[in-house]
Structures are given as structure tokens and as C-alpha cells.
């Protein structure tokens, strides 16, 4: 199976980047069938802020395209959420709103776990409630959602594991549902 892992930040030290490598680990190490796991960095897909002025000025940038296409090389996805001010950060919005020029289904039905975590109580919850209503518009099948709260409490940044036995039983308990 082949996973197309991100997190929705751009941040060089999200949260939910190292979230979404650690979940990606537990793929790799046989929680599904013939993993290939492939991370990417959505600072890789960096564009100009989408306007509809610009795309009919200039057309889809490349990187929408290339962003498109990774989702469609893919068997599922695992994406971790980061939120800000209760919604998506402005660099997936915007990677999001110009993939969806290219095909407004944009996941392209694939099945895919979804995370989310802030250092907060709350987990990233807001965001990861959107996502989970709103991607299935977009052609996603949305087989597990999981919010991790106060992540510094649950994750061992030093070790770069899950130090809390209750979120790693909930991780693979979501990742399950890719097979
Ligand atoms: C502009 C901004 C808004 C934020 N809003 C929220 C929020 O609404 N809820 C929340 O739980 N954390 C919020 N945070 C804290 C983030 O959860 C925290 O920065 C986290 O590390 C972001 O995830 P990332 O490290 O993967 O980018 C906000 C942070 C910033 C910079």
C-alpha cells in the first residue's frame, strides 16, 4: 500500500510534522500490507497566495499540479492537521484552494486517516472536525480521525515516540482502518 503522508502546516518544527512521521513509522513497520510511506513537506508546494485575478493572469502553478498528482499516485493518505484560530493554516488553505482548480475532488477518493494536535487541551479539534466534514465533498473517504491533545504531555520529543499508551493505542487503533 502506498501512503502519502503530510501535515497541514508549514511550520519547520510542527507538531504534526513529527506526528505524521511517527504515525508513517508505524505503517512502515507493517501495521499495513507492503507499506511504502512516503512523507512530504508541504513547504515543498509553496505558492502565491490564490486569487482568481492571478490564476486567470498566470494559470494553475505547477506545484498544484504536482501536489495533485502525489495524491493521485497514492493508495490512502495520512494527513495531521494544525490549527489556527480554529481552521486550516493559511498554507494548506492555499495548497488546498489551488489543487482544487486543477480537480475540485481533490483527494480523489482515497481513503485517509486524519490527525490533528495542538500543545493545547483542545487537541486541534476544531480543525480536525472541519476537515472530517468537509473532505468527504472533496472526495475524500475518511476512514478515522484522531485528535491528539496537549502533545508535548503525549509525545516524547527527545525519543521521538508517543510516550502516552492511551495515544498510541488510538493511533493504531486509527491506522487499522487503512486495511
Ligand atoms: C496564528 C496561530 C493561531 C493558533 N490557533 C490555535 C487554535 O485555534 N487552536 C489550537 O489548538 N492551537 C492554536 N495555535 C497553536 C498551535 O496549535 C501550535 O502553534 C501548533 O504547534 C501548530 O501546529 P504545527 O506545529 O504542526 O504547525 C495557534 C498558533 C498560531 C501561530
New binding site residues.
Given amino acids: 500500500m502506498k501512503v502519502l503522508a503530510f501535515?497541514a502546516?508549514?511550520?519547520r518544527?510542527?507538531?504534526?510534522?513529527t506526528l505524521v512521521s511517527y504515525a508513517a513509522g508505524l505503517l512502515e513497520a507493517g501495521m499495513v500490507d507492503n507499506p511504502e510511506v512516503e512523507v512530504i513537506d508541504i513547504n515543498d508546494f509553496e505558492m502565491p497566495l490564490y486569487s482568481i485575478d492571478r490564476e486567470r493572469r498566470e494559470g494553475i502553478p505547477e506545484q498544484a499540479h504536482q501536489f495533485y498528482q502525489k495524491i493521485g499516485e497514492a493508495d490512502a493518505l495520512l494527513i495531521?492537521f494544525?490549527?489556527?484560530?480554529?481552521?486550516y493554516?493559511a498554507a494548506y488553505k492555499n495548497l488546498f484552494d489551488w489543487a482544487s482548480r486543477v480537480d475540485r475532488k481533490v483527494y480523489q477518493n482515497k481513503p485517509a486517516v486524519l490527525l490533528a494536535?495542538?500543545?493545547?487541551p483542545?487537541?486541534?479539534r476544531?480543525?480536525l472536525k472541519a476537515a472530517k466534514e468537509s473532505a468527504p465533498h472533496f472526495g475524500m473517504n475518511v476512514k478515522a480521525a484522531l485528535s491528539v491533545p496537549r502533545?508535548f504531555e503525549s509525545f516524547d520529543v527527545e525519543q521521538d515516540r508517543v510516550s502516552s499508551d492511551e495515544i498510541q493505542g488510538q493511533l493504531k487503533s486509527v491506522l487499522a482502518s487503512l486495511n
Fill in positions: 501535515a502546516s508549514n511550520s518544527n510542527s507538531i504534526n510534522k495531521a494544525a490549527e489556527h484560530n480554529g481552521h493554516t494536535s495542538s500543545p493545547g483542545s487537541g486541534a476544531n480543525v502533545f
